[in-house]
Each structure stands twice: as C-alpha cells, then as structure tokens.
C-alpha cells in the first residue's frame, strides 16, 4: 500500500524525470544532422527533434530535370528526418539509463517544443 512518504517520493522522482525530458528537450533543439542524395548534390539539415533547420543545393541541380532534384529533395529529407529519430532515440536511451520502454520507441511526440 502507497503511504503519503511513498506517494512524495513517486512526485519528487516524476518531477525529476520531467526536469530530465525538458533538459533532454533543449539538447535535441540544438542537435543537427544532416541527409544527403545525389552524392551530395542536395543536403537536407535536421535538429534532433525531427524539424528540417536547412536545404542546400548545387546549383547547377537548377537548370537540370525538376523532377529529378525533387526526387533528391525528398530522399535527403526522409534521411535526414531518420537519423533525428536514430538521434533522439540514442538520447533518450542515455536518459532511461538503456531501457526505453516499448511505448516511449517514438517519443518524438513527447519530446517536441511545448510538449
């Protein structure tokens, strides 16, 4: 049975853990990673909260096929945006001490500004 000193100390460590995630927050807001296609014609910039932060281009990409720099543009996004996730997954790991629990796999909700 919970006791009201039980009860402090399950609020004290549920604070504590929301200290730790909003901490964890701010890191991933300032972490980048980068996906490229094309071999390197086109690099999509990602923070570790999944939001893309920047998009480079050759130029000469320009005045080629349209859709092909679309296609590219796409394939550096959906790498980029992958490895944010393979980032915050790695963070929170170190977070939990290496247990994420089943639910928590794609914690980019909880971790999102505001969230």
Known sequence: MLSFGNMGELMRGAQGMQKKLAELQERLRGMTVTGESGGGA???TA???GEVV??????????KDR???????V?????ALARAREQSQKELSNLLGGFVPPGLAGLSDIIKPGG
Do not use: H, K, S, T
């Open 67 to 73: 859709e092909l720099l679309q296609g590219l543009m």
């Open 47 to 49: 923070n570790g909260q």
């Open 54 to 63: 920047r998009v480079e281009f050759d130029p000469a990409m320009v005045d």
């Open 75 to 79: 394939a550096a996004v959906n790498q």
């Open 42 to 44: 086109v690099r999509v």
